[in-house]
């Protein structure tokens, strides 16, 4: 029996413009130009011989047809979404979009991204560097790299590694020191920490044995990247993983203040939408896993 449908890309174009109740926001989610769009609903509407939305001066809205069948498209496609969604996430080749923070995806993945590429050239991994927790399913991504205690509301988060501390900083801070330098002496420097993880240094001192525990107060930055800079300038001692700070080491930008460390709640981990990794994101997560044994 042969179906008398409308094609794909119009149904897709009008449902964009209809729940965004605009045709050039439908044209940004879509990748393609208002133009486009609007040649897309008109050929529906001809198709169905109805109108589908009221065009005002700057601004459209669905008519009753146009809203019911938005309704239905919507619900339509998405149980399309969910119907090749298995085999989307069973094929070991195609695109792997990744959220990843901009301070670890620079320092750390980017570097790193021609290893895996090789080992999987069938996969082309598209990160995409962003400050905000993006909506996974929403925005179209398959998985985020995102650092924390594991604990995001809606995903599945799986670990890739979890912080084990040291203290470093730039050369010219401890100019004239002999290193490694006793606890004692590195508590008593300018410190710095990142604000979401203030007990860190706490958690150092303690596991290092220090008296002078209870008694930090190091200075707190928004984030890992402003507590790096704030290190890399000469201005504190911040503690960080050595995966982190390998690179600046051997460039002599940071000295390593003693290899006492401490190992952390928080770390890098691989998040998903979804309850099951897909090949794609396991093939990645394994990867990453394998690099971060190796600090290089």
């Known amino acids: 029996m042969s179906r008398r449908l409308p094609s794909l890309n119009q149904l897709r174009a009008f449902e964009a413009a209809a729940r965004h109740q605009s045709i050039k926001d439908g044209a940004d989610e879509l990748c393609v130009t208002p133009a486009a769009v609007g040649h ?8 169905l011989e109805v109108p589908l939305f009221h065009r005002g001066v700057r601004q459209i809205t669905l008519t009753e047809q146009g809203r019911q069948l938005a309704e239905d498209v919507g619900d339509a496609l998405d149980r399309i979404e969910a119907a090749v969604a298995p085999a989307l996430n069973n094929s070991l080749s195609g695109t792997l ?16 991204l021609e290893q895996f590429s090789a080992q ?15 909506d996974l399913a929403k925005d179209g991504f398959d998985a985020a790299v995102r650092y ?10 799986e670990l890739v590694f979890r912080d084990t501390l040291r203290p470093v900083c730039a050369p010219q801070l401890v100019e004239g020191c002999t290193l490694p330098l006793a606890p004692d002496d590195i508590l008593s420097l300018p410190l710095a920490s990142a604000k979401n993880w203030p007990d860190d240094w706490t958690a150092w001192a ?5 008296a002078l525990a209870q008694d930090l107060a190091p200075h707190q930055y928004e984030s890992r990247a402003f507590m790096f800079d704030s290190a890399l300038s000469g201005q ?18 940071l000295v390593c203040l003693t290899e006492r460390s401490v190992q ?31 600090v290089q």
């Open 40 to 47: 897309q609903i008109r050929a529906l509407e001809s198709f």
């Open 97 to 112: 979009k990744i959220s990843v923070a901009p301070f670890f995806g620079n320092r750390w993945l980017l570097p790193r």
């Open 120 to 134: 999987h050239p069938e996969i082309d991994v598209q990160p995409v560097l962003s400050f905000d927790y993006v």
């Open 148 to 157: 924390g205690d594991g604990t995001w509301d809606g995903t599945t988060a």
């Open 206 to 210: 303690e596991a290092t044995g220090s």
């Open 236 to 253: 504190a001692v911040i503690l960080a993983d050595p995966r982190m700070t390998s690179a600046d080491e051997r460039a002599g930008r």
């Open 264 to 294: 952390r709640s928080q770390g890098i981990h691989i998040v998903t939408a979804t309850s099951e990794m897909g090949r794609k994101v396991r093939a990645f997560a394994d990867w990453m896993r394998a690099e971060a044994q190796v």
